[in-house]
């Protein structure tokens, strides 16, 4: 996100005015977040288990893909997902095995970022595991959860022989993500520059980061 001094618009006839702007940059791995989207995960746990006992489910961490030209430019999305599923998987106390990350939403003939989230529900449906699709970079419901995931995915799932195809709600107003977001506007506000990160900030690689980016231009 970037952040810049800007200027609003006024009635004709009178000057514009400037107001400096403050953003949080970024909140991968922000408690409330990660708390909201464990305890998320842990009831469609439960349900899965719950439906089939025998089989440990696998967790499919999803999030929208982007074109891997993009992706090694030094843009921090990849980044920053994967530091939100490294945190939701300590929260959980998943184990190696138990978890993957995927990308959806592949539109187009570039190369995108992997591993596809269908391919992952494909292996998992053949396998006979559960399967458990956790949104972990939407926050809202929209077409790429409710059509994507919710229809076809679940068609793809049950194609290929899925018993158990679950999807976990995006945190929406979940009150622990709403607490977070508030502790994120009021770190931002008490902060002395434009840019606020919730936590640990993009490595160096992630040259397209406001924050990197801010702190290039300094050295």
Not at 98 to 116: I, K, M, T
Not at 145 to 154: C, G, S
């Amino acid at each position: 996100m970037r952040v810049r001094t800007t200027t609003s618009r006024s009635p004709r006839g009178c000057p514009a005015q400037s107001s400096p702007t403050r953003a949080v940059c970024c909140y991968p791995a922000e408690a409330g977040f990660i708390a909201a989207l464990a305890e998320l995960t842990r009831a469609g746990m439960a349900e899965a288990r719950q439906r089939q006992p025998q089989g440990t489910p696998l967790v499919i961490f999803t999030a929208h893909g982007l074109p891997m030209k993009i992706a090694k430019s030094g843009d921090p999305y990849v980044e920053r997902v994967d530091a939100t599923c490294r945190a939701l998987v300590t929260a959980l106390g998943l184990e190696d095995g138990d978890w993957e990350l995927g990308f959806q939403s592949r539109v187009g003939p570039l190369a995108w970022v992997g591993p596809s989230t269908d391919e992952l529900i494909v292996a998992a449906a053949e396998a006979k595991r559960p399967i458990l699709l956790v949104p972990v970079a939407f926050v809202s419901e929209h077409s790429e959860t409710l059509v994507e995931l919710d229809i076809e995915y679940r068609k793809l799932a049950t194609e290929n022989g899925a018993g158990i195809y679950l999807r976990v709600p995006v945190v929406g107003t979940h009150p622990a993500f709403i607490a977070g977001l508030a502790r994120s506007v009021a770190s931002a506000r008490a902060g002395a520059g434009p840019f606020t990160a919730i936590g640990a900030r993009c490595s160096p690689a992630a040259s397209r980061c406001p924050l990197v980016l801010a702190a290039n231009k300094g050295s």
